[in-house]
């Protein structure tokens, strides 16, 4: 089933207008016709369905005839992850815990991150094929922290968990949780400093590990997100 993006304001007054790569999408790779049916999501919980009234160069208009409003997912999984080095492999975490269904991303500096800047309009354009490939109606946002701290001081009230290779196997299951948001942190490829886990855990934080293996960054923003979706 293809689903297709318009954000809240391209959709009005029960008409959808879905532009850009969207529309090229549609016109030129599905070759579809007035009347053929579509899918679109506006990434704020919207769903809606509706026949293609007209199609153009860069613009198709579908008139809604179905809508539905999806709640947000509950708990609220943040990811917190140090930038890596490889924009592939950034690329790939962000987009892996996308379908794995986090709604906020935030990437920060750390102690041991070499990486300095990243490239947004990437991320962003992968988030919006993440979500419409994971069947989402929520758009996960993807913010950029100067530092840890920035990023923790945005999340106070959240449950804060911290992979981290050198703590041993817990003996319960962490996805227990009563917190209505709850962030998941990875460290770059270089890891947490020890400075930034005393501070960490001096903040309420819950050390966990994800095995004996030591993973990527990218692995374990996968294995620890995929716990919550086990559950
Ligand atoms: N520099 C660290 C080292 O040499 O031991 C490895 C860091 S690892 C490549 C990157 C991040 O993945 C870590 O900061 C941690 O968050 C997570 N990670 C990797 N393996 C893990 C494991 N077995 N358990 C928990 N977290 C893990």
């Known amino acids: 089933m293809n689903i297709y993006y318009a954000p809240p304001s391209q959709i009005n007054n029960g ?9 090229k999408h549609i016109s030129k ?3 579809a016709r007035e009347g053929d049916r579509l899918t679109i999501v506006d990434g704020q919980g919207g769903r809606y369905q509706g026949s293609i009234l007209m199609i153009t160069n860069d613009a198709v208009q579908v008139k809604i005839d179905k809508s ?3 709640p947000p997912s509950d708990p609220r999984l943040v990811l917190g992850m140090g930038i890596i080095k490889k924009r592939d492999r950034l690329e790939f975490a962000v ?3 996308i379908e794995l269904g ?9 102690e041991r991150t070499i990486k300095k800047n990243v490239r947004m309009d990437r991320l962003e354009s992968i988030a919006v094929s993440a979500m419409k490939q994971s069947l989402q109606v929520w758009l996960p946002t993807i913010t950029m922290y100067h530092t840890l701290d ?8 959240a449950e804060w968990l911290v992979a981290h290779e050198k703590v041993e196997k817990q003996d319960h299951s962490f996805t227990d949780t009563d917190s209505d948001t709850v962030l998941l942190l990875v460290g770059p490829e270089g890891g947490f400093s020890p400075s930034e886990i005393d501070k960490l855990t001096d903040g309420g934080a819950t050390t966990v590990s994800l095995g004996e293996n030591r993973l990527r960054t990218e692995t374990a923003v996968t294995a620890f997100l995929s716990q919550f979706l086990i559950q």
């Open 15 to 23: 008409f959808a207008e879905l532009l850009d790569q969207e529309a």
């Open 29 to 31: 790779v599905m070759r």
């Open 95 to 97: 987009e892996k815990a």
């Open 102 to 110: 986090v709604s906020e991303i935030g990437l920060f500096r750390s």
């Open 68 to 70: 539905e409003n999806v």
């Open 150 to 157: 920035d990023f923790l001081a945005s999340y106070t009230q």
